[in-house]
């Protein structure tokens, strides 16, 4: 089982920044690929950016250039820096953690975090 736990959402206003925190534990062999996505009120959720392990990132067109995705390896963890934040950004952030496990038969694992909010005022 592994558990994948997000942090740092909060109020911030526009123009502001935030980091937000993906923490993965429990039964870990190693982590392929890390994902945020967002979803706003209304809205699908939608793809803000990727990370694998061998730091290839991607991030979508409307956070290009604010936000940056990074992780630590040692504690498996991957941040978002956001930068420039916008009213728009408003949403519940996720974290998507894809990997292999430590059970016998190596099994890929495919977690999400229960989300972290942020919201940006105008």
């Known amino acids: 089982q592994v558990q994948v736990v997000e942090s740092g959402g909060g109020l911030v206003q526009a123009g502001g920044s935030l980091r937000l925190s993906c923490a993965a534990s429990?039964?870990?062999?190693?982590?392929?690929?890390m994902y945020w996505y967002r979803q706003a009120p209304g809205k699908q959720r939608e793809l803000v950016a990727r990370?694998?392990?061998?730091?290839?990132?991607f991030y979508s067109d409307s956070v290009k250039g604010r936000f940056t995705i990074s992780k630590d390896n040692a504690k498996n963890t991957a941040y978002l820096q956001m930068n420039s934040l916008k009213p728009e950004d408003t949403a519940v952030y996720y974290c998507?953690?894809?990997?292999?496990?430590?059970?016998?038969?190596?099994?890929?694992?495919?977690?999400w975090g229960q989300g972290t909010q942020v919201t940006v005022s105008s």
């Open positions: 990370i694998t392990s061998g730091d290839s990132t």
């Open positions: 429990g039964s870990i062999f190693s982590i392929n690929v």
């Open positions: 998507n953690t894809q990997g292999i496990s430590t059970d016998r038969a190596r099994s890929h694992f495919d977690y």
